[in-house]
């Protein structure tokens, strides 16, 4: 496996350039990038999970970071403000000692306020984080200031090679975690049960997952964010769909399969997916406008309606008239990194001119040219949801619409396969594909 630590140092100097010249535009000398706090549940004594900044995880993967701190100064070693409290109710974090540690100078402080004995005293620092009042005496010069903050977001889509080899071990993870849950699944378990499946074997906690697990049978695949998990099986099962990732030092993966239980027309709508995504994932190139893939990826998806007589339409037309929207409602994807809907998916510009989304498609999240470095999803859906359904059957797009067809497939949900791809100089990089197959090869 690559080390981390050479591909850390690499990622370090790349982010300074960057961080340099964002301060030296917007006029600031120094960033204090603060992790966030605890908050408390309402009316009770527990906290909500801890995520942390994800500007604090692009310097440092450390992860148990409540109310600690980065302090950035050009030119200058990092410093990491770090809590350990004297503690006996919860174990305190334990002194960082990893590949990343030798680049930072590490103050330990035993209670949080003692923080800012180490941060006030930089000049021109813009605070990067959520804003908390007990700071409004600690002298920053700004908070969270926009053009500062367009251009961090802006450069954080260009992903080193430190962030895609993360990316790379996330999808790993994930890929042997989703052939624990379809075997799960053929095995005849519940939605909950499946989900348990795919969390053990990820060796995460639910809270270091990268997002909710969605897991659905049967028809609960055509709620797009389903989020429920039923504990009985169903009388009959007909179909799976998990979209589930994973998480390596802050980087994400991002995973969606579907599957049926039968070998049956549905699993060769399935397998026709399977190919138009492919085709998709091989348009990921550096030049190339996402939002153009998004359109071709409603050709592609009306084409396998057409196919199995799910409309009358032709591909284009059903692409152009909104029909296709209807049984693929949303994006064809998004940039993924630290965070799993990337920021700056419209930001074409780093001082931040953003660019809009196609007409009559709402739900893209990225409108940028791919460049070398960006990852993003490739994920073409096709559903049959009831309350689109519904509204097209009224208009003059049901005509177009086999509704006999629609009613044999509305059991089964929908179908979504995704993938995490980088756009390269070349042909671009599919992280999935190879992580699915070495965990096939591994039974």
Not at 62 to 72: G, K, P, R, S
Not at 96 to 101: I, L, M, R
Request: glycine share 6%; net charge negative; aromatic share 12%.
């Amino acid at each position: 496996m690559t080390a981390l630590k050479p591909l850390y140092a690499k990622h370090l100097e790349i982010q300074r350039r960057h961080t340099d010249e964002a301060l030296a535009a917007t006029g600031f000398d120094a960033l204090a990038i603060y992790a966030g706090g605890q908050h408390m549940q309402f009316l009770d004594d527990q906290p909500y999970p801890f995520k942390p900044n994800p500007h604090f995880r692009w310097w440092t993967p450390l992860a148990e970071a409540a109310d600690c701190w980065i302090v950035y100064r050009p030119g200058q070693r990092l410093q990491l403000v770090f809590l350990q409290p004297n503690d006996y109710w919860y174990k305190p974090p334990e002194m960082p000692s990893d590949f990343w540690t030798d680049s930072f100078d590490i103050k330990i402080i035993r209670e949080a306020p003692e923080a800012k004995a180490f941060v006030s005293v930089v000049t021109r620092c813009a605070f990067v984080g959520e804003w908390r009042e007990e700071f409004a005496d600690w002298g920053f010069t700004g908070r969270n200031p926009e053009a500062l903050m367009h251009r961090l977001h802006y450069v954080r889509a260009f992903k080193t090679e430190y962030e895609l080899e993360c990316m790379r071990r996330a999808s790993q993870l994930s890929a042997r975690a989703h052939k624990v849950a379809e075997a799960a699944f053929r095995g005849g378990a519940s939605e909950y049960e499946i989900n348990m499946a795919y969390i053990r074997a990820t060796g995460q906690t639910e809270n270091e997952l990268p997002y909710p697990n969605i897991v659905a049978l049967n028809a609960n695949s055509a709620v797009l964010h389903y989020q429920n998990q039923e504990r009985a099986v169903p009388a009959q099962l007909r179909s799976f769909l998990i979209d589930a990732g994973a998480q390596v030092h802050g980087y994400a993966s991002d995973v969606t399969r579907t599957y049926s239980r039968e070998d049956d027309d549905f699993a060769a709508m399935i397998r026709a997916m399977d190919v138009e995504q492919l085709g998709l994932c091989s348009e990921v190139r550096a030049g190339v406008d996402y939002a153009d893939i998004h359109l071709s990826a409603h050709r592609r998806v009306a084409k396998i309606l057409r196919d199995f007589d799910v409309i009358s339409a032709s591909a284009e037309e059903a692409a152009t008239s909104g029909l296709s929207s209807v049984f693929f409602p949303h994006g064809i994807g998004h940039l993924l990194g630290l965070q799993v809907h990337d920021v700056a998916g419209f930001t074409v510009t780093p001082d931040g001119k953003q660019k809009a989304r196609p007409t009559g498609h709402p739900y893209l999240r990225l409108t940028r040219t791919l460049e070398p470095g960006f990852v993003v999803t490739i994920e073409p859906g096709l559903y049959f949801i009831d309350s689109l359904l519904a509204t097209a059957r009224t208009s003059p797009l049901g005509s177009k619409i086999n509704w006999q067809q629609v009613e044999r497939f509305k059991p089964y949900g929908g179908i979504r396969v995704e993938d995490n791809v980088a756009a390269t100089n070349g042909e671009p990089e599919n992280l999935t594909r190879p992580a699915f197959a070495a965990a096939t090869a591994a039974g």
